[in-house]
């Protein structure tokens, strides 16, 4: 079984819809993170996470909010989502030597 | 502006060859550098690290070199096989930094041919 997992794998929504990204992990990490990756471009940083109480924006949090529901899970949300939050999104995790980051397989999400 | 450039998108290199991918920062504050490793419909997947206290870091096929002057690192793979195939990120981190932020390059999508 996969470490972190994603859900779901892929998405198509219309803009204005609120929806929901999920993402468990089962290697006991505290840390928990969320990225994008538009095509031709590296991931980006939307928000992470160092333990349940611990939530912090990344480099691109506008338009998005998280949820850490315990230590094995972490959502992210797009309130009112827009086309140009087409991307695929990844869930990562780390333990406390926090570099090395564990991804999950990912989403697509497409917004109409 | 990019903090972590990977200038080349693309390499194609023949089977058993030297693969040389290339990375650069700009960022003097980075100390701590990784290489992932991405194949389609997967989640990147940590390949080899480089703390700034060292210029060379090897792990079987795998080596990684730093330049702090010229703010360049290099990944090296040796012999390289068509299942190296993926695209590679590097990335970045300020350790003393904003932590949790690993800044990340566009990647370099490798080829290699049988």
């Known amino acids: 079984d996969a470490d972190v997992t994603q859900t779901p794998r892929n998405r198509i929504t219309k803009t204005g819809k609120r929806i929901m990204l999920e993402c468990s992990q089962t290697?006991?990490?505290?840390?928990m993170y969320w990225y994008r990756q538009d095509p031709g471009l590296g991931l980006q940083l939307i928000y992470y996470?160092?333990?349940?109480?611990?939530?912090n924006k990344g480099e691109i949090s506008d338009g998005y909010s998280v949820s850490r529901q315990a230590q094995a899970k972490f959502s992210l949300s797009l309130e009112s989502a827009i086309p140009n939050q087409t991307a695929l999104y990844f869930c990562?995790?780390?333990?406390?030597?926090?570099?090395?980051?564990?991804f999950g397989p990912g989403t697509r999400l497409l917004v109409l | 502006d990019q903090q972590v450039k990977q200038n080349s998108p693309s390499l194609s290199v023949q089977e058993g060859r030297i693969s040389i991918l290339n990375c650069d920062y700009t960022?003097?504050?980075?100390?701590?550098f990784l290489w992932y490793k991405k194949y389609p419909a997967e989640g990147p997947t940590f390949l080899i690290s480089?703390?700034?206290?060292?210029d060379k870091n090897e792990d079987g096929r795998f080596t990684v070199f730093l330049n702090k002057s010229a703010k360049h690192l290099s990944l090296h793979i040796v012999p390289s096989q068509p299942g190296d195939s993926a695209v590679y990120f590097c990335?970045?981190?300020?350790?003393?930094?904003?932590?949790?932020?690993?800044?990340f390059g566009k990647g370099t999508k490798l080829s290699v041919k049988p």
């Open positions: 990562a995790t780390s333990d406390t030597g926090w570099e090395t980051q564990y």
């Open positions: 290697k006991g990490h505290d840390r």
């Open positions: 996470s160092f333990d349940v109480k611990d939530i």
């Open positions: 960022n003097s504050m980075f100390d701590y």
């Open positions: 480089i703390s700034s206290i060292k």
């Open positions: 990335a970045a981190s300020p350790r003393g930094g904003s932590q949790g932020n690993l800044i």
